[in-house]
Structure formats: structure tokens, C-alpha cells
């Protein structure tokens, strides 16, 4: 069923926006003024969980073992963490709106904390990147919970989300490939690894401002809306419980363990594993990413013809049999091939991401005619929880390397079992948890055809 096929939809007045505009499709310059913000996100998001770990370990003088507590100690707490901010943000009502004020909130909490971490000096401690991790994750989830539960709001067609989500992924791709640019042409000029990735830290601080500025001036937003009643731990499990969050969630779960795996272990795999420089490796990721660019679209577009979760099954299985064979049947040292080959892989990368948003944003229709309040905060901060969780799960991979002797230093030579166990780890796992998140989302309750039906009983009773 089409977007213009559906019946008239409503979502609440928003500010400067009729009830019939609010329904309509969002203007691109509206979208495109929403994934500002991306920008500064993305670029600080990659880094966390792909070249701070690794950065902190082989650069800095933090043991792979305590590097992998951190980082898990941290994302497990986000789990808490998070649904706890997702409700005081559903309960919060401005005469500004309700996620703008987050997010302006936490910039200076992220600028601060991003300096400490990426403009350290090589001996700091694992106290040191405790204590700033900690603070990071704290304004990366209000900023990031903030944005998407926006996004969720911009419009209630199911068609229409997915565009939505679209411009924001595409926005969150070019933020990634930005901070990637830096480290190359950092080290063209003759410096080191260690400054490049303080050029990334410097990048990211003097970036957020300047799109938020855009993002807050120039997006429209839902204003006095009624807070929701605090259902406390209880209720909130009780979402989790329901079907369509159920299987949400745990294909979201599994796609992070995946991907994170993929990002956490990347440099090891290529440069150990199949003898690539730092320089190669640092482009090889970066065409990943661009493919991520490409692939983004087209992933949008499916989802409107097979439906959101049918597209994102599509993806999984996609993404698993490319990622096996670029790992396995790619030549080692073959710098062409394997970039073709990871080309073909990104084009999967970005699906799960805006598809998974996209049927949080139907779900939280459901749950709204369910329990008569707006949760979209709380249901995204749920999702968020889970993707973290995935990608803490995926950082103990540091625990196993370090168990089997893997040597992390730059230089440094690992026997030929301890590199088949790297192999093992970056191959078979991802492959793995791709497959059975295509198997979860086989059976999803919520249709296009059952959006439909919720759209039009929660326009029936805002009517009434």
C-alpha cells in the first residue's frame, strides 16, 4: 500500500505546521536542516567504537583487557541509563519542544569530554578513559535519543518514515566519512596516527555547534505535548514483552554484535590477517563507508515496496554473504580486490540502522494506541540500549584476542594460531548474527497494512 493510498494521518499540532502538513511529506530542506545534526553525531560515533579502543590500546598504553571492561562496563550501564533519559525526555514540555532543549543541553557535555579523550597523551591511564568515556556516553545518549525520537515525529506515514530516516543515515554516512578523511591526510603531512586522531577530536568540537545551530533554528517540532504517565521498571519490561518490540530488538541486538564486531576488529584482520598497511586499511574503511552512502537509498526504497522488515531481512543476508566472501576469497595483500569487495559489503552497512529507526517510529504508533501516551523517548532510548549492548558485546572481543596472545602493538608479529583465531572471530561471529537476525524478522506483526489501520484509529480518536 502506497503513502497516498493510506488514509489521512495526524500526529498532533506542531508548531508552524497545520495537522494536514504535519501528515504531508516534510520539504528536503526541512530534512536536510534535521541531518545537520548527524553530521557531528556520526563522526563521534564511529571513532568510540572503532578507533578509540583500538587508539587506547596500541597508542596510548591501555591493556586490551582493561580496555574491553571499560568499554563493556560502560555500554551495560547505558542499558539502565539510557530508558531512564528516554522517560525524563518524554516527560519534558517547553515552549521550545521537547528534544531541541536536550539537545542543545548536552553539546557542551560533549565537547568537553570528546577534548579529553581524543586530545590525550600517550601513558594516560585506564581511569582517565573511564571517567571521560562515562562522561561522553552521557551526552552522546541524551543528543542521540533526542534526535531520533524527533525524526520519529517529522511525519506519521509509514512511506514517508522511511525517507525520513533515509536523509538521516545518508547524513550519518557523510559525518563518517568525513572524520575517516582526517587520519589520511593528517598523515600525509607527516604526522603521526596519535595526532591524526586528535585531528578527529578537534574536528568533531568545532563541527557540533555549527550544526545544531542548523538543526535547532530550522526544524519544525511538536510543542505542549502531554507527558506521559511514569509506568516505572515494571511497565517499561512490559514493553519489551510486546511481539513487535520483541523481535525489534532482538534483531537489533544481533546486527550490532555484528557490526561491531566488524568495526572493533577491522585493522587487526586486514593488517594482521592479510598484511595491509594502516594507510590501505584507513581507505578500505572508508570505502565501506561510502558504499554505506550508496546503499542507503536504495535500502529506503525497497522498504516501500517489500515492507520495512522484509527489506531489512533482505539486508542481513545480504550483508552476510558479501562480508563471508570478501574475508574469505579475497587474496591477502590484493589492495583492488579487497577494495571492490568491501565496497560490496558497505552497501548493506547503513539498512540496519535507518530501516530498524524507521519501524521503532511505526511501533511507537501501536504502543500509543495501546497505552494512550506518547513513549517515543523511552522507545527509542530501548532501541539505543540494545544497539549498545550489541556493540559492548562486541568489544570483549579485545578479551578473547588478549586470552589467545594476540599481540596488539603497530610491528608486532602473532603466531599463525593466534591469527586463525582472529580470523575466526571476525568471520564466522558477524555471519553468524547477520543470519539469525534475518530469522527473527522473518514473522513481524507490524505490516504496512496494519500501520495503516493504527494511523487511522488514532486519527478516528484524536478526532473524537
Known amino acids: 500500500m502506497s503513502a497516498a493510498q493510506r488514509p489521512a494521518q495526524t500526529h498532533g499540532q506542531t508548531h508552524g505546521q497545520t495537522p494536514a502538513q504535519t501528515s504531508g511529506r516534510r520539504p528536503n530542506r526541512v530534512l536536510a536542516a534535521f541531518a545537520a545534526s548527524c553530521l557531528p553525531y556520526a563522526a563521534l560515533g564511529l571513532p568510540v567504537y572503532v578507533t578509540l579502543p583500538e587508539f587506547y590500546a596500541s597508542h ?17 550501564a547505558d542499558i539502565v541509563v539510557d530508558p531512564a533519559l528516554g522517560l525524563l525526555i518524554d516527560r519534558t514540555s517547553t515552549r521550545f519542544g521537547r528534544y531541541r532543549v536536550w539537545m542543545a543541553a548536552a553539546a557542551p557535555v560533549l565537547m ?9 597523551e600517550p601513558g594516560a591511564g585506564a581511569g582517565h578513559l ?12 541524551i ?14 506515514d509509514y512511506d514517508q518514515r522511511s525517507r525520513i530516516y533515509a536523509w538521516w543515515q545518508a547524513a550519518n554516512i557523510l559525518g563518517v566519512l568525513a572524520v575517516l578523511l ?20 578537534l574536528f568533531i568540537i568545532a563541527l557540533l555547534p555549527i550544526a545544531l545551530v542548523v538543526t535547532l533554528r530550522f526544524t519544525p517540532e511538536p510543542r505542549g505535548v502531554a507527558p506521559p504517565p511514569h509506568g516505572g521498571l515494571k511497565a517499561t519490561l512490559g514493553l519489551i514483552a510486546k511481539p513487535v518490540l520483541r523481535r525489534l530488538l532482538l534483531s537489533d541486538l544481533l546486527l550490532g554484535a555484528a557490526r561491531g564486531l566488524i568495526g572493533v576488529l577491522f585493522f587487526y584482520f586486514f593488517e594482521q590477517a592479510r598484511g595491509f598497511e594502516r594507510d590501505q586499511t584507513s581507505l578500505m574503511l572508508l570505502v565501506y563507508f561510502v558504499a554505506g552512502l550508496v546503499g542507503a537509498p536504495v535500502w529506503a526504497w525497497l522498504a516501500t515496496r517489500i515492507s520495512k522488515h522484509r527489506a531489512l531481512a533482505v539486508a542481513s543476508l545480504y550483508f552476510a554473504g558479501s562480508f563471508a566472501a570478501a574475508t574469505l576469497l579475497v587474496p591477502a595483500g590484493n589492495f583492488p580486490a579487497a577494495i571492490a569487495a568491501l565496497f560490496g559489503v558497505g552497501l548493506a552497512f547503513g539498512a540496519s540502522d535507518l530501516l530498524l529507526r524507521a519501524m521503532m517510529a511505526d511501533a511507537s504508533d501501536a504502543i500509543r494506541l495501546e497505552t494512550e501516551a506518547d513513549q517515543t523517548g523511552l522507545l527509542f532510548s530501548i532501541l539505543n540500549a540494545t544497539s549498545k549492548l550489541g556493540y559492548a558485546f562486541s568489544v570483549g572481543a579485545f578479551a578473547v584476542l588478549e586470552a589467545i596472545g594476540f599481540d596488539p602493538a603497530p610491528g ?4 599463525p594460531e593466534v591469527i586463525l583465531g582472529l ?5 564466522a561471529a558477524p555471519v553468524v548474527l547477520l543470519a ?9 506483526p507490524l505490516t504496512p497494512e496494519r500501520h495503516a489501520e493504527i494511523r487511522a484509529r488514532l486519527a478516528a480518536r484524536n478526532g473524537a
Request: a positive charge.
Open 182 to 201: 582526517i587520519p589520511p591526510i593528517v598523515q600525509a603531512t607527516g604526522r603521526d596516527y596519535v595526532e591524526a586522531v586528535r585531528a578527529q577530536g
Open 130 to 141: 573511564a571517567l571521560w568515556l562515562v562522561v561522553m556516553y552521557l551526552g552522546y545518549s
Open 143 to 156: 543528543s542521540l535519543l533526542s534526535q531520533t525520537s524527533w525524526a520519529a515525529v517529522l511525519s506519521p
Open 60 to 76: 596510548i598504553g591501555v591493556s586490551l583487557a582493561a580496555v574491553s571492561l571499560i568499554f563493556l562496563l560502560v555500554r551495560l
Open 423 to 427: 580470523q575466526w572471530l571476525f568471520i
Open 112 to 120: 568537553l569530554s570528546v577534548g579529553l579523550l581524543f586530545l590525550v
Open 436 to 444: 539469525l537476525s534475518a530469522l527473527v524478522l522473518r514473522i513481524y
Open 412 to 415: 608486532a608479529v602473532n603466531t
